[in-house]
């Protein structure tokens, strides 16, 4: 449910984040961007991002879920 409820957020994002009719030289130039920026922030935030993912991570038994996970 949770997850439905975001994408339809996102679309409804796109829809006015992105402007129709660009050039293909213009798209690629915002690709370019966009990947540079996105690199750039993995590259410094990569410890964190790598510990919120395992944190995310179920570590308990599903079949017991009464079971908690150990602490960190």
């Excluded at 213009?26 to 993995?42: I, K, N, S």
Aim: aromatic share 8%; proline share 7%; with cysteine.
């Amino acid at each position: 449910m949770k997850r439905k409820k975001r994408l339809r957020r996102l679309t409804r994002m796109e829809l006015g984040l992105f402007p129709d009719g660009l050039s293909d030289e213009a798209v690629w130039a915002m690709r370019d961007c966009l990947q540079t920026l996105h690199m750039a922030f993995e590259s410094r935030y990569l410890s964190q991002l790598i510990r919120q993912r395992k944190s995310l991570e179920t570590v308990y038994d599903t079949q017991h879920p009464w079971r908690t996970p150990p602490p960190l």
